[in-house]
């Protein structure tokens, strides 16, 4: 257990519908950071949190939004999904007092 | 935008052989980290490289990190089967600013080793 938790484990759901993944960082860490791993894309970094404000962005759709709560869990939140959307979206943490980012065990969403 | 290429992509190994994972990135950086990922699984954490010139090793696995280069390796010894998985590095694209986090990660070496 790497103290990151991700909920729920795998999902899936029809086009078109909406999904929220939950991320519960490790004990401490005030930064929480979405990533998405897809065969044809690889893992991609989507959006960073540090302590309730969004601090970077890379590739996250419109369709896409994030949320980092006063508890320090955050939501991703997916809508109007596309077949294209079916990948493992990981969620990590990091500490401000080392180094390193620690990896939930990821949110497989299949959308048929 | 910063590029991070791994090769080979592809790696049958025979057991107790030795063999090098290459990293090669194209902006300039001194956080460089490599992971490993079993089939389905979360990303587990190898090294953490800060710095020109830091080697790690833990086991059968030593990373070294060439900023200079813009390169870092992932050396195998002796390989044994529960070293198969996928191996990833990851280049943190704002090390040395303000913020972190923003990993860009190589395509992933896909380690099979055979007995």
């Known amino acids: 257990d790497s103290g990151v938790t991700q909920t729920p484990k795998h999902l899936i759901t029809a086009t078109g519908q909406r999904v929220t993944l939950r991320c519960s960082p490790r004990s401490g860490d005030l930064s929480v950071y979405w990533y998405q791993q897809s065969l044809d894309q690889g893992l991609q970094f989507l959006i960073q949190?540090?302590?309730?404000?969004?601090?970077a962005k890379g590739n996250i759709l419109e369709r896409f939004s994030a949320q980092q709560f006063p508890d320090l869990h955050s939501e991703l939140n997916l809508s109007s999904l596309e077949l294209g959307d079916s990948a493992l979206y990981f969620c990590?943490?990091?500490?401000?007092?080392?180094?390193?980012?620690?990896f939930g065990s990821g949110t497989r969403l299949t959308v048929v | 935008e910063l590029k991070v290429e791994q090769n080979p992509l592809f790696l049958s190994m025979q057991e107790g052989k030795n063999y090098t994972i290459y990293c090669n990135y194209s902006t300039t950086s001194d956080r460089l980290y490599w992971y490993r990922q079993d089939p389905g699984k979360s990303l587990e954490s190898l090294f953490v490289l800060l710095s020109n010139g830091a080697v790690k090793q833990e086991g059968r696995l030593m990373a070294s990190l060439d900023t200079k280069a813009r390169l870092s390796t992932l050396h195998i010894t002796a390989a044994v089967h529960d070293l198969s998985a996928t191996y990833f590095c990851a280049v943190d694209a704002d090390a040395g600013g303000t913020s972190y986090g923003k990993l860009t990660f190589g395509q992933g070496t896909i380690l099979t080793v055979h007995p």
């Open positions: 990590a943490s990091s500490s401000t007092r080392g180094y390193g980012y620690t």
């Open positions: 949190y540090y302590n309730g404000e969004e601090r």
